[in-house]
T-cell receptor
């Protein structure tokens, strides 16, 4: 069975500073990996996804993520955080089996200090 | 944005009453999903559908049933609501293009359900 761990429940970062959110997954085959962001009271918005190919993936809002198979990780980064980046971030892994079932991590809540 | 609506957006009900949540899409996507979101657990899959009248269980399906009689609608029913089913419920859709079932999922705005 697949699983996803986001070790950091909360992260506080100053506006303009860099941000890195950790995601570790467990899956027996080639994973399909996603990062979603959820603003308060909103649904989930896709930031980026990895299916295959280049292991450095660019997403929306200036985010990028790097797939490292040897470390079973898919960490999300942003070089300079804006106040509007305050939200909860979810990493997810997709299943190869029919149904495209996603398994989500517990989420990391990001607070941005002025 | 993907054309997904959920209704109602908020509901308060009492223990033991039946509740039905509706997910409606305008994208004609094949796959539809119901998740629940609880603090510290991220989102967990309840049920999903891979076509009209084709559904299957997810990770936390006990106490829930689903139906899909039309491509555009996916209903989630709590036959007898319990306080443990207080949660935020999200619907998602995906096209499942290219013969692969692993496609991007797009989420609706959510329904906040409180069971007293």
């Amino acid at each position: 069975a697949q699983s996803v761990t986001q070790p950091d429940i909360h992260i506080t970062v100053s506006e303009g500073a860099s941000l890195e959110l950790r995601c570790n997954y467990s899956y027996g085959a080639t994973p399909y990996l996603f990062w979603y962001v959820q603003s308060p009271g909103q649904g989930l918005q896709l930031l980026l996804k990895y299916f295959s190919g280049d292991t450095l993936v660019q997403g929306i809002k200036g985010f990028e993520a790097e797939f490292k198979r040897s470390q079973s990780s898919f960490n999300l980064r942003k070089p300079s955080v804006h106040w509007s980046d305050a939200a909860e971030y979810f990493c997810a892994v997709g299943a190869e089996a029919a149904g495209n079932k996603l398994t989500f991590g517990g989420g990391t809540r990001v607070l941005v200090k002025p | 944005d993907a054309g997904i609506t959920q209704s109602p957006r908020h509901k308060v009900t009492e223990t033991g009453t039946p509740v039905t949540l509706r997910c409606h899409q305008t994208e004609n996507h094949r796959y539809m999903y119901w998740y629940r979101q609880d603090p510290g657990h991220g989102l967990r899959l309840i049920h999903y559908s891979y076509g009209v009248k084709d559904t299957d269980k997810g990770e936390v399906s006990d106490g829930y049933s689903v139906s899909r009689s039309k491509t555009e609608d996916f209903l989630l029913t709590l036959e007898s609501a319990t306080s443990s089913q207080t949660s935020v419920y999200f619907c998602a859709i995906s096209a499942g293009r290219g013969g692969t079932s692993t496609d991007t999922q797009y989420f609706g705005p959510g329904t906040r359900l409180t069971v007293l």
